[in-house]
């Protein structure tokens, strides 16, 4: 049996409302609950302290035959009816017997009958004394009303110390010669009773809302949405099997939302073919781009040396990930006619189509520099200057370069602004000499080179950022300290995988992150 719109809109609203009304009902549960809570606990310290105000003028040494005698069990009980709690006691505690000994009580209408037998004035009872009496005696934090469970209840109670008795011969308040603490408690039942009375009258008005909501809207569905829809779907099917032949436009009547279903109806039997002809049109885009940016990625991947090379000096291990279709990054490597070793890595700013172009620029310069057999800080200059000229959009590529001499194991390096390499040796030792600003941007700068002396069995580990800043699924990065760390797994061990430890390392922190920055990671063995 087909049903209509007006049937599926009231399967979806309607639980929709009612869910709403559920999570409403929870939280004026909560919030009746909290407010009854917090009702009977000033209740309760109102108590407390209305029978602290009048117990001042309890005398110890008075007797029924006394002038002064008051009994003040009684006024308790009528402060419990007239607030509402169960229990106002004031009691003489023994805090090394932890006994307490009643002075007064008043029992409201919750209070237990066991209570009301055992609980008198005179009476001494032991090991009832609790922490917190001890700490309202003790003059601590007594300002506050606790949940407590004793033998008869559980209660919210509120103790406070009486600091000042009235002194009957002087006429004046004094500190009484023993501690005597005041207790009001009150049942939780009775909590319970003033947050039933108050949530049933709450809970009863939302559902009188609720059903004049959902009948207003039965109500506006049906007069209002289910016949003009039911015209609007009849004329869409028209359109469907009809579009070849032409359409008749729906007539506009209105200026609400159904008259504007209507006008944007009509706008796309007008529109539809265009939108299929842009379609047709942007995937053969599409493909064409996608086909060029394969031609890209080849292109690049031809500009870079192999991945490995080795002869009875040295190894070499490097490896270019970019993070789009094409990347900024590059490594070079050129052996030279005397055997001695040129090494570069460097990073294009930014990703995609222009860096790329920059690093195709960059790595041609470096590779006829390297050529030129000059030192690095001659060829970062030459480079610098080279490429600033040709840098309309002011790119700037950090490079490192470096000429290794296998005979003596000295590497001579420059850096301009580039990841500070490591040598991993007997120890790790960072690269920190040497540093100058980013390639590209500006001219005339001159760059500084040092050398250093490496071991047979010394790896040199230059990477670009993407490695430190690979960022995980939290957005939280690999850093420079997990770097190192990996690096130094690999003193005293074998550190031919050094290169492919780090990459996976890297690839297991980011998990299922999208890669944020090019890779380039590149280590060569001094074999010696």
């Known amino acids: 049996m087909r049903k209509s719109i007006f049937f599926k809109l009231a399967l979806i609203i309607i639980p929709i409302v009612l869910v709403l009304e559920l999570v409403e009902v929870y939280v004026v549960y909560h919030s009746v609950y909290m407010d009854s809570y917090e009702t009977c606990t000033k209740a309760t310290k109102r108590a407390a302290e209305v029978a602290s105000e009048m117990f001042r003028y309890y005398n110890p040494d008075s ?192 200026k609400d939302e159904l008259a504007e279903m209507s006008r944007s109806f009509n706008t796309m039997a007008e529109e539809i073919d265009n939108y299929i002809t842009d379609i047709d049109r942007l995937n053969k885009e599409k493909h064409t781009q996608e086909a060029e940016l394969d031609i890209a990625r080849s292109i690049q991947t031809g500009l870079l040396k192999p991945n490995l090379y080795e002869n009875d000096k040295i190894r070499i291990n490097a490896c270019m990930h970019a993070a789009k279709n094409v990347g900024g990054d590059l490594y070079e490597y050129h052996v030279l006619d005397d055997g001695r070793v040129f090494i570069a890595v460097a990073d294009v700013s930014g990703k995609g189509i222009s860096a790329a172009l920059f690093m195709s620029c960059a790595i041609t310069l470096l590779r006829q520099l390297a050529a030129a057999d000059l030192s690095p800080a001659k060829i970062l200059s030459v480079y610098n200057n080279t490429l600033r000229a040709q840098n309309p959009k002011r790119l700037f590529i950090t490079t490192f370069a470096a000429v290794f001499d296998p005979k003596t194991g000295s590497l001579t390096y420059s850096n301009a602004g580039h990841n500070r390499p490591y040598i991993v040796s007997d120890s790790l030792i960072k690269l920190e000499g040497a540093a100058g600003v980013a390639a590209g941007v500006f001219g005339g700068c001159e760059f500084k080179e040092e050398t250093v002396i490496m071991k047979p069995g010394d790896v040199l580990f230059v990477y670009t950022d993407g490695v430190n800043e690979a960022e995980d699924p939290k957005r939280d990065m690999f850093g420079t300290e997990a770097l190192e760390d990996e690096l130094s797994r690999h003193i005293g061990t074998d550190k031919r995988s050094i290169a492919d430890d780090m990459l996976r390392a890297v690839s297991e922190f980011s998990g299922e992150a999208d890669q944020s920055d090019d890779i380039t990671v590149l280590t060569m063995d001094y074999l010696g």
């Open 63 to 254: 007797n029924k035959n006394d002038p002064t005698y008051w009994d003040f069990s009684d006024d308790f009980s009528d402060i419990c009816e007239m607030i509402g709690v169960t229990y106002i006691f004031a009691v003489e505690p023994d805090v090394e017997t932890r006994s307490e000994k009643y002075l007064a009580i008043g029992f409201g209408e919750n209070a237990s009958e066991d209570a009301k037998k055992t609980r008198y004035p005179g009476v001494v009872v032991k090991g009832t004394l609790t922490d917190d009496e001890i700490e309202a005696v003790n003059g601590g934090d007594y300002g506050k009303v606790i949940r407590e469970k004793n033998q008869f209840d559980e209660t919210l109670i509120y103790y406070m110390p009486v600091k000042k008795l009235y002194d009957y011969d002087k006429g004046t308040l004094k500190e009484p010669d023993k501690k005597i603490i005041i207790g009001a408690e009150m049942s939780l039942s009775k909590v319970n009773e003033v947050f039933r009375e108050r949530f049933i009258w709450t809970a009863l008005d939302n559902l009188i809302h609720v059903f004049i909501i959902i009948s207003a809207i039965f109500l506006i569905l049906h007069f209002r949405i289910n016949g003009p829809i039911k015209k609007i779907s009849g004329r869409m099917k028209s359109f469907v099997s009809d579009r070849e032949k032409g359409f008749v436009k729906l007539e506009v009547k209105g």
